[in-house]
């Protein structure tokens, strides 16, 4: 479990420095494990209040923060904490926050303003990989139609992890009523794709999602002889498993699922993000 650790930087505490450092996952997990969502630091400011601080990071103060993170944070760009700043909005106010006395100052030492830097144009990023991730933030806070559209460019860009952009697509139309499209769209994709080793996992992953396995199988599936990459197949199997369930209309099945999946402590795996997620709307 998280703990709240109070930090040299004007009595923040993890949940401040994780906002300041615009990660989104880990400010999921701190809240899901109980962090104080209205704690105040020195200067009177809860977490809510530091979103309206957002523009371009004070780097030069970003890596002081870092180093008091009780996790190992993402590469983070001008451009990741503009875009997300919606996603630790929702949900610092999901979880109850407030903004207080202090909203809208800044609490951090006093530097010149500087622009807001734009955003580059998403045809100069060429990345499936940073579309992918954008979907994921999306779906992480339940803004599907975005996320969708993150995802179908990843998929027209292609990246490494292309099977798990077609997994998304096919868990997104599901759960906006057009299961059997995405089953056909997804079980098109798995025909035509390149085929790996007879160990592939992410194929076994599609074959469930398209009705091609057991819930029994896909879970035998998941077994290996190396004890980490049971662990990490099993974290991907427990979310799809809980997202087929959520979609058929088994909440209390989908719920379990998700703790399992949770429980594999793989937080690394967007998965196991994903289902922390989750969790917080049950």
């Not at 500087?114 to 579309?131: F, I, L, N, W």
């Not at 979310?239 to 429980?263: E, Q, V």
Request: aromatic share 10%; net charge negative.
């Amino acid at each position: 479990m998280f703990r709240q650790q109070e930090a040299a930087l004007a009595g923040d505490t993890a949940l401040h420095l994780a906002v300041i450092a615009g990660q989104t996952n880990p400010i999921a997990l701190l809240l899901e494990h109980g962090a104080d969502v209205n704690a105040t630091n020195a200067t009177g400011m809860t977490p809510l209040d530091l979103t309206a601080t957002f523009g371009p990071p004070p780097f030069f103060y970003l890596n002081q923060v870092e180093s008091r993170l009780p996790f190992t944070p993402r590469t983070i760009s001008a451009n990741t904490l503009v875009l997300h700043r919606n996603d630790i909005i929702a949900l610092l106010k999901q979880a109850g926050g407030k903004y207080g006395e202090r909203h809208g100052t800044s609490g951090m030492p006093d530097f010149a303003p500087v622009a807001t830097p734009p955003v580059r144009p998403m045809s100069a990023m060429a990345d499936g990989v940073e579309y992918h991730n954008r979907g994921c933030a999306d779906f992480n806070s339940h803004d599907f139609t975005n996320a969708l559209a993150n995802f179908r460019k990843s998929a027209g860009l292609g990246s490494d992890g292309q099977d798990y952009t077609y997994f998304r697509i096919w868990i997104i139309r599901s759960r906006l009523g057009e299961k059997e499209g995405a089953t056909r769209e997804l079980a098109d994709y798995l025909k035509h794709r390149k085929t790996h080793d007879a160990n592939d996992w992410p194929l076994q992953v599609g074959r469930f999602l398209a009705g091609q396995s057991t819930e029994g199988d896909f879970l035998a599936a998941a077994d290996s002889p190396n004890s980490q990459t049971a662990k990490e197949q099993h974290c991907e199997a427990y979310f799809y498993i809980a997202s087929m369930r959520l979609i058929d209309g088994d909440k209390p099945g989908a719920s379990d699922y998700f703790k399992k999946c949770k429980d594999t402590n793989v937080i690394d795996f967007e998965e196991y993000q994903s289902a922390a997620a989750e969790l917080l709307q049950f």
